[in-house]
């Protein structure tokens, strides 16, 4: 099995338009509100709403579209550690990171530790 099993092939003319669709709905009153809670979407840490990123979480180029429901605030230490990473993998993820750091054996871990902890709910 291939280690990127679940790529889908995305031709760039649709992740253009995905792109272009992304961009209009950042300039919705939707999405600004979303980013004013300064709330990441996957460790639910506090930041400021300029600092975060617009995320899908299912990425353009595994088949993800620019839709509400897949579309996410997150602050930059996630969304780069997430790259192209499905949900599904994002968890499997996030487990291997928790259970890495309970035995605090790596600096790497403990400095992405943030990201295990429980979301805040508003």
């Known amino acids: ?10 031709d760039d ?6 792109k272009a669709r992304a961009r209009e709905l950042r300039r919705s009153s939707w999405w600004k509100r979303r980013v004013a809670a300064g709330r ?3 460790c639910g840490r506090a930041v400021p709403p300029r ?10 180029v595994r088949g993800g579209r620019s839709t509400r429901g897949n579309l996410v605030p997150a602050c930059k ?14 968890d499997a ?3 291997r990171l928790d ?9 790497r871990v403990a400095a992405e530790k943030h990201w295990t902890t429980p979301r805040a709910r508003s």
């Open 99 to 107: 259970s890495t750091a309970r035995g605090e054996t790596d600096e």
């Open 93 to 95: 993820y996030l487990a």
């Open 40 to 42: 990441c979407g996957y």
């Open 13 to 18: 003319a649709a992740i253009r338009r995905e």
């Open 1 to 10: 099995m291939k280690a990127m099993a679940f790529i889908r092939e995305v």
């Open 77 to 90: 230490a996630c969304n780069d550690a997430k790259r192209y990473l499905l949900p599904v993998e994002w």
């Open 51 to 60: 600092a975060l990123t617009m995320d899908h979480r299912v990425p353009l």
